[in-house]
Nanobody, 126 residues
Framework: QLQLVESGGGLVQPGGSLRLSCVAS????????MGWFRRAPGKEHEVVAC????????YYPDSVKGRFTISRDDAENTVYLQMNNLKPEDTGIYYC???????????????????WGQGTQVNVSS
């Protein structure tokens, strides 16, 4: 059974950086996209980064563009989210997920067969 385990969250001051990691254990070749969603307090989930596993196409919403970078290490079955110049509004629970379609994630959605990690908390506060 495919499982995703995130790590790297924590408390950071505004302007600081964090690097989230997501390790996949199990059979991943059925999934064509990897992404990170976040759920901020009182808000719906929001995609903050996604990548097409076939051609490396990435997407970032305007709220994080230029500050967040998604990358992957296929040999280690790991996807990363580098977050720089963090702001208080970046606070939330960050979830890694795999989906069969890049376009689901690109449009802030996910398929029924998407696999989610357990989430890691990010707090940006002085």
């Amino acid at each position: 059974q495919l499982q995703l385990v995130e790590s790297g969250g924590g408390l950071v001051q505004p302007g600081g950086s964090l690097r989230l990691s997501c390790v996949a254990s199990g059979f991943t070749s059925d999934y064509d996209a990897m992404g990170w969603f976040r759920r901020a307090p009182g808000k719906e989930h929001e995609v903050v980064a996604c990548i097409d596993a076939n051609d490396g196409t990435t997407y970032y919403p305007d709220s994080v563009k230029g500050r967040f970078t998604i990358s992957r290490d296929d040999a280690e079955n790991t996807v990363y989210l580098q977050m720089n110049n963090l702001k208080p509004e970046d606070t939330g629970i960050y979830y890694c997920l795999l989906d069969r379609s890049y376009w689901n994630l690109r449009f802030n959605d996910y398929g029924r067969s998407a696999v989610w990690g357990q989430g890691t908390q990010v707090n940006v506060s002085s």
